[in-house]
């Protein structure tokens, strides 16, 4: 599902235009990139958590030359599914594996 297929079913399902549903959801990452930018801690009820990490410098050698290289410090967003999403994500795909026989 790309962007625009999500904000049109967003749109349907709420029943906001899909101008108004793609300001909003707009609105909401632009919240979201805010908070993270200033070090805060996103959790969403039932969703899950976003938090920037920063990984520690470290040394890695380049499997090709076997050279040891230097691989600075950086941030990365990181997701954390909350308990009742996965058990929800679980469900679903047993769901969607579970086959019943025809019957004759």
């Known amino acids: 599902m790309n962007n625009k297929e999500f904000i049109s079913e ?3 399902r709420s029943g906001y235009s899909t101008l108004k549903t793609s ?3 707009d609105s909401v990452f632009n919240t979201m ?3 993270l930018q200033n070090g805060e801690t996103i959790a969403i009820q039932n969703f899950g958590s976003f938090e920037i990490r920063k ?3 470290r ?3 380049n499997p090709a030359t076997k050279k040891r290289m230097f691989v600075p410090p950086k941030l990365t967003l990181t997701y ?3 308990a009742s999403l996965k058990d ?3 469900f679903s795909a047993v769901k969607a594996t579970v086959r019943v026989a025809p019957t004759e």
Do not use: D, Y
Request: proline share 5%; charged share 30%.
């Open 23 to 25: 300001e909003l959801l």
């Open 59 to 61: 040394i890695s050698v």
């Open 88 to 90: 929800k994500l679980k």
């Open 10 to 12: 967003l749109s349907q």
């Open 55 to 57: 990984k520690a410098e």
């Open 80 to 82: 954390k599914p909350n």
């Open 33 to 35: 990139i805010q908070h």
